[in-house]
C-alpha cells in the first residue's frame, strides 16, 4: 500500500485498513502491549505450572489429601492433649442425669434420629426405644456401641464420625431415661429380646 | 479491477422466521428457568407430577436456552450477516427453510421427550440418539447452505465474523457426533459407548465447548457483525482478530477437563484442563477489547441507544465471565466452587449477560431494519435494559453468597475433629433465603423480557416488511493478485475450504491428546477385583435414577478432601464407574453425594428410602427434594431386561450369557427379597414389581462392592 493511498479514522485519525465488508471497516492497530504481556504471562505460568505438575511431582491430589488427613490428625492429637480428649467409649459410658446433659441429648435426638425412632420414640424405621424388649442390649454401654458403630447391615448408620463421645453419651442417656419403660401408644411392636 | 455491477435480493424472511423463533423460545427457555428456580426451594411447584418435576425440569431448561435461544440467536444472525458479508442471496432458501423447520422440531422434541423422562443424562446433551441424528442431519444442512453460499460470494475476502461461523459449524459437529456415540436399546433408550472416566472426560470435553462453540464463537461472530453495525465505527484491530481467533479455538477445546477437577479423572488430564484454562484469559479477552475498543469515539452514542447499551453489558459480562472461568480452574478455587451453587452463578453472567442481552442488542436492532421503521420505543427498551440489568445481579449475588455459605459449611471442622454440620440438609437451609433472592432475580430479567416482546411487537405492527431486500455488488472475478504489503493472513481469508480444515486441525489437537491416552493406556485407570457389574434390578434402578434425573442434584464422586471422605466415606476411585455407561459423577450438589449410599457408613433401611421417595420429608424434616409417589405405583419395566443387560455386554460389561438368559427371573428374585425386607420393616404396602423396589436395590448397591475387599 503506498503512502498516499492511506486511510486514516476521522475521529481518532488512526489508520485504517481498506477492507469494507458491508460497511464494515478494520482499523490497523497493534495489539494493545497490557493484552500481549498477559497472554505471555499466562503462557509462562501455564508452563510452570507443568513443570511443577510433570517434572517436580507437585499438585498432586493424593498426596494434598494424604497432607490434609495428617495435620487434621496432628491438630486433634494437641487437641486432646491440651483438653484431655475423652476418655468415653463403650465400656466407660455412663448414664448421666444432669439436666444440661440430658437437653443436649434431646436436641441429638431431635435432629438425628426422629426419622427412623420417631419423636415419642415409638419407632418406625427403627425399632420402638419405649417398649421393655431390646435387639442389641439396652444398658448404656450397649446403646452407646450401637449408636458409635452403628447395625450397618439393618440401616443403623455409624454415628463415630457425626458425633463426639461426649454427645452420643448424652443422646443414649436421653433415650434411656426418657424412654424407659413408656410403651408409647402406636408405638412399632416389640423387637427382640425381653429385658 | 471488478466485474459486471450485479443486482440480487437478501432473504429477510428466513432471518425474520429465525428471530421470532428466538424470541419464542426465549420466553418459553426463560420461563422454565423461573419454574426451576422456585422449584429448588418450593419442591411443592412440581405440582406433584413426574413430568414436571426438578430432574426434568431443569435440563429443559438448560437446553431451551442453550439450543432454542441462543441456537436460533445464532441462525438469526448468521442468516442476516452472512449474505451482507458476502455480498449474495444464501445459496438455497429450501436448505433455509429445512434448517429453520428442522430445527423448530427438534426443539419441541426435545421438550416433549425431556419432560417424559427420555435422557441420557449427559448434560446438555440429555437428548435420546432419534433426536441425535435429526441434531446432526440439521446441522450438516446448515453447514451446506453456509459453505454454499461462501463459495458463491461476491466479496473476495471472508470477515472475522465468519471465521466464528466456519469454527462453529466444524467443531459444533465434531463434538456433537463424538459425544453422543451410543447404543441403542430401544427406540428412546441407549447407552453411550465410553464409561465411567472416559464418558466423564468425553461429556465434559464436550460440555466445556459447548459453552465454547455455542455459545461464545457464534456470538463472538454476531459481536463482530453487528457491534460495528451499530455504533457505525470501525473494528479496532485487525490484527487483534486474527490471533485471538485462533488462539482461542485451539486452547478452548483442551479446557474441558476443569469440570472434572480432584475427581479420579488422572491428574495428567487435570493438569492440561488447568493450563490451557489460564492460557484462556487473553484470547478471551481479546474478543472483548475487540468489541468495546470498537466504541471508541463513538461513547456518546451509548448513552442514547438502548442498543448500544446493551452490547456493552453484553460484552462487559463475556469479560467478566471468561476471567472468572480461568480462576475457577486453578484447583484450589474448583475445590469451593465445584458441586455448590457458584458455578450456576457463574454460567449466568454469561447465559443473560452475555447471549440475553447480545440478543435483546441484535433483534432491536434488526427488526425496525427490516421493517423499513422505527423501534416502538426507545424509552421501553431503557427500561428493559435497566431491569435487566438488575434482575442480573440479583440472580447472580446471591448464588455467590450460597456457594460461599455451602462450602464454608462442608468443609467446618469443630475443634475435637467433627464435622460442624454433620446433616447436609442444615447446609441447604442454610441458603433457602439465598434461592429466594435468585429467583426475585429472575422474575426482574423475565419482565424486561416482557417489555422487549412488547415494543418488538409493536415495532413489527407499525412497519411493513421487506421480504426481498434489494442490493448490488460486482461479480468477484475469477483470477486475484495478491497486494504486496498485505497481511499474510488475507491468504487463508480467500480460501474458506483451507480456513474449515485449518480450523478442524487446530481443534482436533485438544481433544486427541487428551482422550486418545485415557482411552488407551491402561494405568490411566487402574481396575478394582470387587467391582462388579449391576444386577438386572440395579441395572433397571440406575435406568429409573437416570429418568428422573436425580444426577441434576445429586453427585456420585467423593472428592479426595478430608470434609468429603468424613462426610460420605473414601474418595471415588476410577475403577469404581468402570462398568457405568454413562457415568453419574453429577456436577451439583443440591442434595447430599450419593457415591456410597449403600456403605455401612451412610446404609439406611429399605423403608428408609420408601419413605423418603414417597415424602421426603418424613424421613428428612425441612428436606427440599420433590416427591416420587409415582415410584410406588409404576411398574418396573422388566421386558427390557434382557436387551438392556445385552446392550451392556456389547460394551464390554462383562455379564454372561446364562445372566443374560436369566435376567428378568434374576431381577424377580431380588426384587422379592427386597419386598420382603420391607414388608418385615413395617412397610406392609410393598410391591415386588413396582419401581421403588429398583431404585432401593440401586441406591443399596452403590459404594458396596469395594467394601468386599476390606474384609
Known amino acids: 500500500m503506498s503512502e498516499d493511498k492511506k486511510l486514516k479514522d476521522e475521529i481518532l485519525g488512526e489508520d485504517l485498513l481498506d477492507h469494507n465488508y458491508d460497511g464494515i471497516m478494520e482499523l490497523d492497530n497493534e495489539l494493545p502491549p497490557w493484552w500481549l504481556y498477559m497472554f505471555y504471562g499466562t503462557i509462562i505460568a501455564a508452563i510452570m505450572y507443568s513443570i511443577a505438575f510433570f517434572g517436580m511431582g507437585k499438585f498432586n491430589q493424593m498426596d494434598e489429601y494424604a497432607e490434609e488427613i495428617e495435620t ?55 425399632p420402638n426405644l419405649t417398649d421393655d424388649y431390646s435387639i442389641h442390649g439396652n444398658s448404656i454401654n450397649d446403646l452407646f456401641k450401637t449408636i458409635k458403630f452403628g447395625i450397618p447391615e439393618k440401616g443403623m448408620i455409624p454415628w463415630e464420625s457425626q458425633l463426639n463421645p461426649e454427645q452420643m453419651q448424652n443422646v443414649a442417656s436421653y433415650i434411656l431415661t426418657e424412654f424407659k419403660n413408656k410403651n408409647v401408644e402406636g408405638g412399632k411392636e416389640a423387637q427382640g429380646d425381653k429385658l | 479491477m471488478s466485474g459486471q455491477l450485479e443486482k440480487f435480493y437478501y432473504d429477510n424472511k428466513i432471518v425474520k422466521m429465525f428471530a421470532y423463533a428466538t424470541i419464542f423460545w426465549g420466553v418459553i427457555g426463560m420461563l422454565v428457568g423461573l419454574l426451576v428456580a422456585f422449584q429448588i426451594y418450593i419442591p411443592a411447584m412440581n405440582f406433584n407430577l413426574e413430568y414436571t418435576t426438578f430432574g426434568r425440569t431443569r435440563p429443559l431448561h438448560t437446553n431451551a436456552v442453550i439450543f432454542a435461544f441462543v441456537g436460533n440467536g445464532i441462525f438469526t444472525g448468521v442468516y442476516y450477516s452472512l449474505q451482507r458479508l458476502l455480498k449474495t442471496r444464501m445459496w438455497s432458501d429450501k436448505l433455509s427453510m429445512i434448517n429453520f423447520w428442522g430445527w423448530q422440531s427438534i426443539i419441541v422434541a426435545a421438550a416433549v421427550t425431556l419432560l417424559m423422562g427420555f435422557t441420557t443424562s449427559k448434560e446438555y446433551a440429555e437428548l435420546e440418539w432419534p433426536i441425535d441424528i435429526a441434531i446432526t442431519i440439521i446441522w450438516v444442512v446448515f453447514g451446506w447452505n453456509m459453505f454454499a453460499t461462501i463459495l458463491k460470494r461476491r466479496e473476495r475476502h471472508l470477515y472475522v465474523a465468519i471465521w ?62 453487528f457491534v460495528p453495525k451499530a455504533v457505525k465505527r470501525p473494528v479496532y484491530s485487525y490484527k487483534l482478530s486474527i490471533i485471538h481467533f485462533w488462539a482461542l479455538i485451539f486452547l478452548y477445546i483442551w479446557a474441558g477437563p476443569h469440570h472434572l477437577l480432584y475427581t479420579s479423572l488422572p ?48 460484552i462487559t459480562a463475556y469479560g467478566m465471565a ?46 425496525p431494519r427490516m421493517f423499513k421503521t422505527k423501534l416502538y420505543s426507545e424509552k421501553l427498551a431503557n427500561a428493559h435494559f435497566w431491569i435487566g440489568t438488575i434482575g442480573i445481579l440479583f440472580y447472580a449475588i446471591p448464588l455467590y453468597w450460597a456457594g460461599f455459605t455451602q462450602y464454608l459449611m462442608w468443609q467446618e471442622f469443630t475443634v475435637d ?86 480450523a478442524l486441525v487446530v481443534i ?40 428422573e434425573g436425580c444426577n441434576n442434584c445429586h453427585s456420585q464422586m467423593i472428592r479426595p478432601f478430608r470434609h468429603e471422605t468424613e462426610r460420605y466415606g473414601d474418595y471415588t476411585k476410577s475403577g469404581e464407574t468402570v462398568y457405568n455407561h454413562p457415568h453419574l459423577w453429577g456436577s451439583k450438589r443440591t442434595g447430599p453425594d450419593l457415591a456410597r449410599e449403600g456403605s455401612k457408613k451412610l446404609r439406611k433401611p429399605h423403608s428408609w428410602h420408601y419413605n423418603h421417595m414417597y415424602d421426603p420429608t418424613s424421613t428428612s424434616p425441612g428436606s427440599i427434594m420433590p416427591r416420587y409417589p409415582w415410584l410406588l405405583s409404576k411398574t418396573i419395566d422388566n421386558r427390557s431386561t434382557t436387551t438392556k443387560m ?31 425386607k420391607l414388608k418385615e420393616e413395617g412397610v406392609k404396602e410393598a410391591d415386588a414389581s ?17 467394601e468386599k475387599t476390606e474384609k
Open chain 2, 646 to 676: 445385552a446392550v451392556m455386554q456389547k460394551l464390554g460389561v462383562p455379564y454372561t450369557d446364562a445372566e443374560i438368559k436369566s435376567g428378568k427371573t434374576d431381577l424377580e428374585i431380588q426384587a422379592e427379597e427386597i419386598t420382603a
Open chain 2, 164 to 225: 466464528f461461523y466456519i469454527a462453529t459449524f466444524v467443531t459444533v459437529a465434531v463434538l456433537h457426533i463424538v459425544n453422543s456415540l451410543a447404543l441403542p436399546v430401544s427406540f428412546m433408550k441407549s447407552y453411550p459407548i465410553y464409561a465411567g472416566v472416559q464418558d466423564a472426560l468425553v461429556q465434559w470435553w464436550y460440555g466445556h465447548n459447548a459453552v465454547a462453540f455455542f455459545l461464545t464463537t457464534p456470538y463472538l461472530g454476531l459481536m463482530y457483525y
Open chain 2, 508 to 547: 482436533l489437537i485438544g481433544g486427541a491428546v487428551e482422550m486418545v491416552p485415557t482411552f488407551l493406556v491402561k494405568s490411566n485407570i487402574p481396575t478394582i477385583e470387587a467391582v462388579k457389574p449391576y444386577t438386572p434390578l440395579e441395572l433397571q434402578g440406575r435406568d429409573i435414577y437416570i429418568k
Open chain 2, 267 to 314: 491428574g495428567w488430564v487435570q493438569t492440561l484442563g488447568v493450563v490451557f484454562s489460564i492460557m484462556l484469559i487473553a484470547p478471551s479477552w481479546g474478543g472483548m477489547i475487540n468489541g468495546l475498543l470498537t466504541m471508541r469515539g463513538a461513547w456518546d452514542r451509548v448513552r442514547d441507544s438502548a442498543v448500544l447499551k446493551f452490547f456493552v453489558v453484553a
Open chain 2, 322 to 367: 471468561t476471567f472468572e472461568g480461568p480462576l475457577l480452574s486453578l484447583k484450589s478455587v474448583n475445590a469451593i466452587s465445584h458441586y455448590t451453587d457458584w458455578t450456576i452463578a457463574h454460567v449466568h453472567i454469561g447465559a443473560l449477560g452475555w447471549n440475553g442481552f447480545l440478543t435483546f442488542g441484535m433483534i432491536y436492532w434488526l427488526i
Open chain 1, 72 to 126: 487434621a490428625a496432628a491438630t486433634k492429637a494437641i487437641f486432646d492433649e491440651n483438653f484431655g480428649g475423652s476418655s468415653i467409649n463403650a465400656s466407660t459410658a455412663v448414664l448421666v442425669t444432669e439436666e444440661d446433659k440430658l437437653a443436649d441429648g434431646k436436641e441429638i435426638y431431635t435432629k438425628n434420629c426422629v426419622a427412623c425412632h420417631a419423636v415419642n420414640g415409638g419407632g418406625g424405621v427403627g
Open chain 2, 417 to 502: 475433629g467433627f464435622p460442624a454440620y454433620p446433616n447436609f440438609l442444615e447446609t441447604v437451609k442454610e441458603i433457602v433465603p439465598m434461592y429466594a433472592m435468585r429467583s426475585f432475580g429472575g422474575v426482574l430479567y423475565f419482565t424486561g423480557t416482557i417489555l422487549f416482546v412488547i415494543n418488538i411487537w409493536k415495532t413489527v405492527k407499525a412497519g411493513s416488511f421487506t421480504a426481498n431486500e434489494a442490493a448490488e455488488a460486482p461479480a468477484l472475478e475469477k483470477s486475484y493478485t495478491a497486494r504486496a504489503g498485505d497481511h499474510w493472513h488475507r491468504a487463508i481469508e480467500r480460501k474458506p475450504i483451507r480456513l474449515l480444515i485449518f
Open chain 2, 690 to 706: 413396582k419401581e421403588i423396589i429398583a431404585l432401593i436395590a440401586y441406591l443399596q448397591r452403590l459404594g458396596t462392592d469395594v
